[in-house]
């Protein structure tokens, strides 16, 4: 079953604009991932949070996450037309193994 | 940063046929891959655990002999789709972790497109 849900399923924004998506998961974790993959491509790993950490900043990323409540939030500051993707959000599996669980991602368009 | 391959990127085959799809890690040694399927607008899918030296471990619901997967070294990982269906046509996409550095961080293959007809 799937670990990660990311909220909203699709966002619509004008460049400049900055974009938030959420993500909530349903059991303890060791860390949590966020990817972004263009459209028919791979995946591009963006950042990644410990379950000891709360906020974490990569140039124009902002990832916090609140363990309590299950939840983390990606911001993208300034968008821009090419971050135009979907942004996934993966956390890990009590598995004692690297193995990230997938949601079904935020679809992000970034109009110029 | 570490770097992963998928061959082929795109593949057009015909229903009953077999397909192989390759996974390397170029510059780092992977014990361990795992191989996703991703279907449009749907999120990645855990098919298996690609292991050196051993058997592949199978999610719930994957047929391993439909879906024959051979970790033949450190840095190369085989998944193939046997008797090749319309419904298997999918992205297909391999990851490895690079514990070089202490992280836990998952590079990702640019993903194989199959499209059986």
């Known amino acids: 079953s799937q670990q990660g849900e990311e909220d909203p399923q699709a966002l619509s924004i004008q460049e400049g604009e900055n974009a938030t998506m959420n993500c909530s998961y349903k059991?303890?974790?060791?860390?949590l991932q966020w990817y972004r993959q263009n459209s028919g491509r791979g995946l591009v790993h963006l950042i990644l949070i410990r379950s000891n950490e709360r906020e974490k900043h990569s140039g124009r990323l902002r990832v916090t996450l609140d363990t309590s409540k299950k939840s983390s939030s990606l911001l993208i500051t300034a968008s821009r037309a090419a971050d135009t993707a979907s942004y996934f959000c993966?956390?890990?599996?009590?598995?004692?193994?690297?193995?990230?669980?997938f949601g079904r991602g935020t679809s992000l368009i970034v109009h110029p | 940063g570490a770097v992963v391959s998928q061959h082929p990127s795109r593949v057009i085959c015909k229903s009953g046929t077999s397909v192989k799809i390759e996974c390397r890690s170029l510059d780092f040694q992977a014990t361990t891959m795992f191989w996703y399927r991703q279907f449009p607008k749907k999120s990645l899918m855990l098919m298996a655990t690609s292991n050196e030296g051993s058997k592949a471990t199978y999610e719930q619901g994957v047929e391993k002999d439909k879906f024959l997967i051979n970790h033949a070294s450190l840095t190369l990982s085989t998944l193939t789709v046997t008797s090749a269906h319309p419904e298997d046509s999918s992205f297909y996409i391999c990851s490895a972790p690079d514990l070089g550095w202490g992280t836990d961080t998952q590079y990702f293959g640019p993903g194989t497109r199959l499209t059986v007809l």
């Open positions: 993966a956390t890990d599996l009590a598995r004692g193994s690297y193995i990230p669980t």
């Open positions: 059991t303890s974790i060791n860390n």
